[in-house]
């Protein structure tokens, strides 16, 4: 009976294998992901999907157009338009058809533009229906009247005529390419022309609905009954295709040698064309299988991705690329299984066995049918308790260990349990009860066929065939063994709660590592070579054992906080490493780590202590707590993905103005130093392993970590050149620079440019120049004015006493001595030399005390009035607020307005004159002196000075006024002179009075 069923199992796994299938034809064919609103997409209203150069997908409705690169959505909206189709060429132009003719889309700022349609217009009995692109990147629309296709050089769709076609008419939308042929059809007849050659073929079928081509020579058609044909242009001939429910078709795509994916609006199937069989494809999604029984449209792009838009959402996955398995249930179940996988295990017919917290599951991979034994949780008969620790297949039998009770023998075939045999008499009695009160980690196989089951406090020894039970004591067994690795020399490894233990083959402990830490629990192991071992813990640390000691150090730092809790070498060489964050891949030769998380189909849950199978059929299988993953660990490639990074965005201070779009490199004022940029990376598999990097050229040649941001701002930025560039990684070690850096140059302020630096250096130059040569030409004018001063000030003291004033001086004394004056003449003679002394002590300064310049003044008018017979009178007053003593005045400043007075006023009056001096502080610093006389006035003395035949020519009014205009000038001061003519009360001449203001 058991060979009848070994060879019934044989004919069905080799059917499967000459139909192009596994052998493990009932697990999932495709483990998917989906995008959905979670995403940020809009999924109820699609028509078609398409990817572009950059990765962008693109996402057609009615009306409206959505693009998605991973992370993000951007809505376009059509001018509400009815859309057609989409279509993308190999440049990463997009294209759409409208109501009105077909568009074009230039860049986010302006949107679509339409394109110029030559030949037989469109109109509405000719409207551009669906869009194709054939290898040589030509674009081609099909419409009611034939064919367009875009012309470069002209920059338009021109209408292109079939030949014997020129007035057909095609009232179907119907449009796909295979290569280089275009097909379209009508109602009743299916076309086929070649770009190339321009030939065109044609096949009769009424009822036509779809058309999708097989081949270049082959399409498969859909009339209006959903039947299914094959239609073949080379032999011209229609034939019913078999296999397939009425259904529509939506596109064929090949995957490897005769096997096709076939999609229909009722779901995925494969098609193997040798066999002409096909098979309904189970596409999982995070574990769970989803319905496949209702698809709409579909994209197979460059990447080998299929994308289809189904009532999930959009699913996507590379049907020609194995990938890791998940499982959390079958529906072919006979109950709903438990997801908390504790133990895998095979048997000789290929079936694989869980053992989880509620009993133990058969999982046949030829039917896909799952059996389940979940026992009475009383203990009635089977197992005594329905959680599962460890079940290994001898065989011919199961070893199972429950969480609470004794191992049990399951025979699969009989699907029977009995117990273990134990020693007889007392001893297998007290041996039994202990196994019973016994919690066990679990059942290791050793190489000499038997089993060791590792218990909370000791270790068992199950003898192979005979199922006979001893106990291996030793005093480590406490310490909670929970994993084990027998070397080839029999002796062990053991992780424990309390460290890592090296034990011989008669169970004596040579060495104990208690010193692990964080923590001492060990969890997994992995023997290297004969002195070395992998030890799993938080952390994965390397072991090497020496004759003396243990030497342990932590490898893989980026996992040195993650519980690892499985490791296992692969046919290749590689080890795979279970740990929190899901698993890893490392390769010895390029030492290289590879992460594989819940994106990459691994179950989101931690994996179990020792629930690892490797499959005869090559198949891994791992249980966790929340299902069952599988794959074949020499078909997962490494990841090695191209990823497509570009800048999104610039904004400048703020300002999302789209530099993008400017000529690079960007120009920026002095001002404008503030610059953010966006990027990102169009991947979809698992865009949360995205991490990025940037530098900025001219400021930091250097790499920068970002993690998963991607916008990075730069503020202050000094003028100069600058070029952005960004890369994105999977691993933190394979970068992806951006192909399109982003060049730009911060203008320094005109102060500081070059032009105007030149243009500064000549004009503070010729400032300077100019300023040097006024300096040279004010030190000449201040030593001109000193040498007029200094001449000024010789020709007052010189007409101060000029040889006249001295003639008549001598003269007087003379005639006083003839007269026998000599009182007289000895008062004249004293006066006229003290004042000639005090003239020639005050030329020797600039400025003289007032108290000396009014001393001087008093001499001079004393010897004028002697000379002429006191003939006026003179009254000198001085304000209480002039402090004569203290104030410097420049000297003989006020003698010769005396003078004049006299001279020219008082000497032509007939009476006695008076001469009156008032000297004052008109301010703080302005001195006022006033010298009044009631002479004749200037006007009568001009008259008298002109009869006199031997006038005196007076220069010592003239000489002071000179004297002043200087001293205003050199010493930058407001000294004046102001002469007033007196009147009477009959407006008659009555004197002169001079005001002369002086700074002091």
């Given at each position: 009976?058991?060979?009848?069923?070994?060879?019934?199992?044989?004919?069905?796994?080799?059917?499967?294998?000459?139909?192009?299938?596994?052998?493990?034809?009932?697990?999932?064919?495709?483990?998917?992901?989906?995008?959905?609103?979670?995403?940020?997409?809009?999924?109820?209203?699609?028509?078609?999907?398409?990817?572009?150069?950059?990765?962008?997908?693109?996402?057609?409705?009615?009306?409206?157009?959505?693009?998605?690169?991973?992370?993000?959505?951007?809505?376009?909206?059509?001018?509400?338009?009815?859309?057609?189709?989409?279509?993308?060429?190999?440049?990463?132009?997009?294209?759409?058809?409208?109501?009105?003719?077909?568009?074009?889309?230039?860049?986010?700022?302006?949107?679509?533009?339409?394109?110029?349609?030559?030949?037989?217009?469109?109109?509405?009995?000719?409207?551009?229906?669906?869009?194709?692109?054939?290898?040589?990147?030509?674009?081609?629309?099909?419409?009611?009247?034939?064919?367009?296709?875009?012309?470069?050089?002209?920059?338009?769709?021109?209408?292109?005529?079939?030949?014997?076609?020129?007035?057909?008419?095609?009232?179907?939308?119907?449009?796909?390419?295979?290569g280089y042929n275009l097909f379209i059809a009508d109602i009743d007849t299916v076309f086929t022309v070649n770009t190339r050659s321009k030939e065109v073929r044609m096949v009769p079928l009424p009822g036509i609905r779809t058309?999708?081509?097989?081949?270049?020579?082959?399409?498969?058609?859909?009339?209006?009954?959903?039947?299914?044909?094959?239609?073949?242009?080379?032999?011209?001939?229609?034939?019913?295709?078999?296999?397939?429910?009425?259904?529509?078709?939506?596109?064929?795509?090949?995957?490897?040698?005769?096997?096709?994916?076939?999609?229909?609006?009722?779901?995925?199937?494969?098609?193997?064309?040798?066999?002409?069989?096909?098979?309904?494809?189970?596409?999982?999604?995070?574990?769970?299988?989803?319905?496949?029984?209702?698809?709409?449209?579909?994209?197979?792009?460059?990447?080998?991705?299929?994308?289809?838009?189904?009532?999930?959402?959009?699913?996507?996955?590379?049907?020609?690329?194995?990938?890791?398995?998940?499982?959390?249930?079958?529906?072919?179940?006979?109950?709903?299984?438990?997801?908390?996988?504790?133990?895998?295990?095979?048997?000789?017919?290929?079936?694989?066995?869980?053992?989880?917290?509620?009993?133990?599951?058969?999982?046949?991979?030829?039917?896909?049918?799952?059996?389940?034994?979940?026992?009475?949780?009383?203990?009635?008969?089977?197992?005594?308790?329905?959680?599962?620790?460890?079940?290994?297949?001898?065989?011919?039998?199961?070893?199972?260990?429950?969480?609470?009770?004794?191992?049990?023998?399951?025979?699969?075939?009989?699907?029977?349990?009995?117990?273990?045999?134990?020693?007889?008499?007392?001893?297998?009695?007290?041996?039994?009860?202990?196994?019973?009160?016994?919690?066990?980690?679990?059942?290791?196989?050793?190489?000499?066929?038997?089993?060791?089951?590792?218990?909370?406090?000791?270790?068992?020894?199950?003898?192979?065939?005979?199922?006979?039970?001893?106990?291996?004591?030793?005093?480590?067994?406490?310490?909670?063994?929970?994993?084990?690795?027998?070397?080839?020399?029999?002796?062990?490894?053991?992780?424990?709660?309390?460290?890592?233990?090296?034990?011989?083959?008669?169970?004596?402990?040579?060495?104990?590592?208690?010193?692990?830490?964080?923590?001492?629990?060990?969890?997994?192991?992995?023997?290297?070579?004969?002195?070395?071992?992998?030890?799993?813990?938080?952390?994965?640390?390397?072991?090497?054992?020496?004759?003396?000691?243990?030497?342990?150090?932590?490898?893989?730092?980026?996992?040195?906080?993650?519980?690892?809790?499985?490791?296992?070498?692969?046919?290749?060489?590689?080890?795979?490493?279970?740990?929190?964050?899901?698993?890893?891949?490392?390769?010895?030769?390029?030492?290289?780590?590879?992460?594989?998380?819940?994106?990459?189909?691994?179950?989101?849950?931690?994996?179990?202590?020792?629930?690892?199978?490797?499959?005869?059929?090559?198949?891994?299988?791992?249980?966790?707590?929340?299902?069952?993953?599988?794959?074949?660990?020499?078909?997962?490639?490494?990841?090695?993905?191209?990823?497509?990074?570009?800048?999104?965005?610039?904004?400048?201070?703020?300002?999302?103005t789209m530099y993008l779009l400017r000529p690079a490199p960007l120009e920026l004022n002095w001002q404008e130093n503030s610059v953010e940029f966006q990027y990102l990376t169009t991947y979809y598999r698992n865009p949360q392993?995205?991490?990025?990097?940037?530098?900025?050229?001219?400021?930091?040649?250097?790499?920068?970590?970002?993690?998963?941001?991607?916008?990075?701002?730069?503020?202050?930025?000094?003028?100069?050149?600058?070029?952005?560039?960004?890369?994105?990684?999977?691993?933190?070690?394979?970068?992806?620079?951006?192909?399109?850096?982003?060049?730009?140059?911060?203008?320094?302020?005109?102060?500081?440019?070059?032009?105007?630096?030149?243009?500064?250096?000549?004009?503070?130059?010729?400032?300077?120049?100019?300023?040097?040569?006024?300096?040279?030409?004010?030190?000449?004018?201040?030593?001109?004015?000193?040498?007029?001063?200094?001449?000024?000030?010789?020709?007052?003291?010189?007409?101060?006493?000029?040889?006249?004033?001295?003639?008549?001086?001598?003269?007087?004394?003379?005639?006083?001595?003839?007269?026998?004056?000599?009182?007289?003449?000895?008062?004249?003679?004293?006066?006229?030399?003290?004042?000639?002394?005090?003239?020639?002590?005050?030329?020797?300064?600039?400025?003289?005390?007032?108290?000396?310049?009014?001393?001087?003044?008093?001499?001079?008018?004393?010897?004028?009035?002697?000379?002429?017979?006191?003939?006026?009178?003179?009254?000198?007053?001085?304000?209480?607020?002039?402090?004569?003593?203290?104030?410097?005045?420049?000297?003989?400043?006020?003698?010769?307005?005396?003078?004049?007075?006299?001279?020219?006023?008082?000497?032509?009056?007939?009476?006695?004159?008076?001469?009156?001096?008032?000297?004052?502080?008109?301010?703080?610093?302005?001195?006022?002196?006033?010298?009044?006389?009631?002479?004749?006035?200037?006007?009568?003395?001009?008259?008298?000075?002109?009869?006199?035949?031997?006038?005196?020519?007076?220069?010592?009014?003239?000489?002071?006024?000179?004297?002043?205009?200087?001293?205003?000038?050199?010493?930058?001061?407001?000294?004046?002179?102001?002469?007033?003519?007196?009147?009477?009360?009959?407006?008659?001449?009555?004197?002169?009075?001079?005001?002369?203001?002086?700074?002091?």
């Open positions: 009976m058991n060979c009848f069923k070994n060879l019934i199992t044989r004919f069905i796994v080799t059917l499967f294998q000459l139909c192009g299938f596994t052998c493990l034809a009932q697990l999932p064919d495709f483990n998917v992901q989906v995008l959905n609103e979670s995403n940020g997409i809009k999924t109820s209203d699609i028509y078609r999907i398409i990817k572009d150069k950059k990765g962008f997908l693109w996402i057609q409705s009615s009306r409206h157009l959505q693009r998605f690169d991973g992370q993000n959505v951007k809505r376009i909206e059509t001018n509400g338009e009815d859309l057609h189709d989409i279509a993308a060429d190999s440049s990463g132009v997009i294209y759409i058809t409208t109501e009105s003719g077909i568009e074009r889309y230039v860049n986010d700022i302006k949107g679509f533009e339409p394109i110029r349609i030559t030949g037989r217009g469109v109109k509405p009995d000719n409207k551009l229906n669906k869009l194709q692109v054939t290898p040589d990147n030509r674009i081609w629309a099909n419409s009611t009247k034939g064919l367009y296709s875009y012309i470069a050089g002209e920059d338009a769709f021109k209408h292109y005529p079939l030949p014997g076609l020129e007035n057909h008419r095609f009232y179907r939308r119907i449009f796909n390419a295979k058309v999708v081509p097989f081949s270049e020579d082959v399409a498969w058609a859909t009339n209006h009954l959903l039947q299914n044909f094959e239609v073949n242009f080379k032999t011209r001939s229609v034939k019913r295709i078999s296999g397939l429910p009425l259904v529509e078709l939506n596109s064929i795509n090949h995957l490897k040698g005769d096997n096709y994916l076939v999609n229909t609006r009722k779901g995925c199937y494969k098609y193997n064309k040798t066999a002409k069989a096909f098979t309904k494809v189970t596409l999982y999604n995070s574990g769970n299988e989803l319905p496949n029984d209702e698809n709409y449209t579909d994209y197979f792009d460059s990447d080998s991705t299929f994308w289809l838009v189904c009532q999930e959402g959009i699913v996507f996955f590379r049907p020609l690329e194995h990938n890791i398995g998940w499982l959390r249930g079958l529906k072919n179940a006979d109950r709903e299984w438990n997801n908390n996988i504790r133990a895998v295990t095979e048997d000789k017919n290929g079936n694989i066995w869980l053992g989880t917290v509620e009993g133990f599951y058969r999982l046949n991979l030829v039917d896909g049918k799952v059996k389940s034994y979940r026992p009475d949780v009383k203990g009635h008969k089977g197992l005594p308790f329905p959680a599962v620790r460890s079940l290994v297949h001898d065989g011919r039998n199961l070893i199972i260990a429950p969480e609470k009770g004794e191992p049990v023998i399951f025979d699969p075939v009989a699907e029977s349990f009995r117990s273990l045999k134990y020693p007889q008499g007392m001893s297998g009695t007290r041996l039994r009860k202990k196994m019973q009160n016994e919690l066990i980690a679990t059942i290791y196989r050793l190489h000499n066929g038997g089993h060791l089951i590792v218990g909370e406090e000791t270790c068992y020894f199950i003898e192979k065939d005979t199922y006979l039970v001893s106990e291996r004591y030793f005093p480590e067994a406490y310490h909670n063994i929970q994993t084990v690795a027998e070397e080839k020399g029999g002796n062990f490894w053991m992780g424990s709660y309390r460290g890592l233990l090296y034990v011989n083959k008669n169970f004596k402990t040579l060495y104990n590592d208690i010193s692990f830490t964080p923590s001492l629990l060990i969890t997994s192991l992995l023997i290297q070579n004969d002195s070395t071992i992998w030890c799993g813990s938080v952390g994965l640390y390397e072991v090497i054992r020496s004759e003396k000691s243990l030497k342990r150090r932590l490898i893989f730092p980026q996992l040195r906080n993650q519980r690892i809790t499985m490791l296992y070498r692969d046919k290749t060489g590689k080890t795979w490493i279970g740990a929190d964050d899901g698993l890893y891949r490392y390769d010895h030769v390029s030492q290289k780590l590879e992460w594989f998380d819940v994106w990459d189909n691994i179950q989101n849950k931690r994996f179990n202590l020792n629930a690892l199978k490797e499959s005869r059929s090559g198949y891994v299988f791992l249980g966790g707590f929340n299902g069952l993953n599988y794959f074949k660990p020499e078909e997962i490639k490494p990841i090695k993905e191209k990823l497509n990074v570009s800048i999104s965005n610039v904004r400048v201070n703020q300002d999302d392993k995205l991490t990025y990097r940037y530098r900025m050229i001219g400021l930091d040649s250097n790499w920068s970590l970002n993690g998963r941001n991607n916008k990075v701002r730069f503020s202050s930025l000094s003028s100069g050149n600058y070029t952005f560039t960004v890369a994105a990684s999977l691993d933190g070690v394979n970068w992806d620079e951006t192909s399109n850096p982003f060049s730009f140059v911060i203008l320094p302020p005109i102060w500081k440019r070059a032009w105007f630096i030149g243009l500064g250096i000549l004009v503070t130059g010729g400032i300077g120049y100019v300023i040097f040569r006024g300096r040279i030409r004010a030190i000449r004018q201040q030593i001109t004015m000193r040498e007029r001063v200094s001449e000024i000030e010789m020709r007052a003291l010189r007409a101060q006493m000029n040889p006249h004033f001295i003639f008549n001086c001598l003269n007087s004394i003379n005639r006083y001595i003839v007269k026998s004056d000599n009182a007289t003449a000895s008062l004249y003679l004293t006066r006229f030399s003290k004042l000639i002394r005090l003239i020639l002590e005050n030329s020797n300064s600039k400025k003289v005390l007032l108290s000396n310049e009014l001393e001087a003044l008093r001499l001079y008018i004393e010897m004028e009035g002697i000379r002429f017979d006191n003939k006026f009178s003179c009254e000198i007053f001085l304000a209480d607020n002039v402090f004569a003593d203290s104030i410097e005045v420049p000297s003989l400043i006020i003698q010769p307005y005396v003078e004049n007075a006299i001279w020219h006023g008082l000497l032509h009056q007939e009476t006695n004159g008076k001469l009156l001096i008032k000297i004052s502080m008109l301010e703080e610093t302005v001195l006022q002196c006033v010298v009044e006389d009631n002479g004749v006035g200037r006007e009568k003395a001009r008259e008298f000075k002109s009869k006199s035949a031997t006038s005196k020519k007076s220069m010592g009014m003239k000489l002071t006024e000179d004297r002043i205009a200087i001293l205003n000038q050199y010493a930058q001061t407001n000294a004046s002179v102001e002469i007033i003519d007196l009147m009477d009360q009959n407006n008659e001449a009555s004197g002169t009075q001079v005001i002369i203001r002086i700074p002091v």
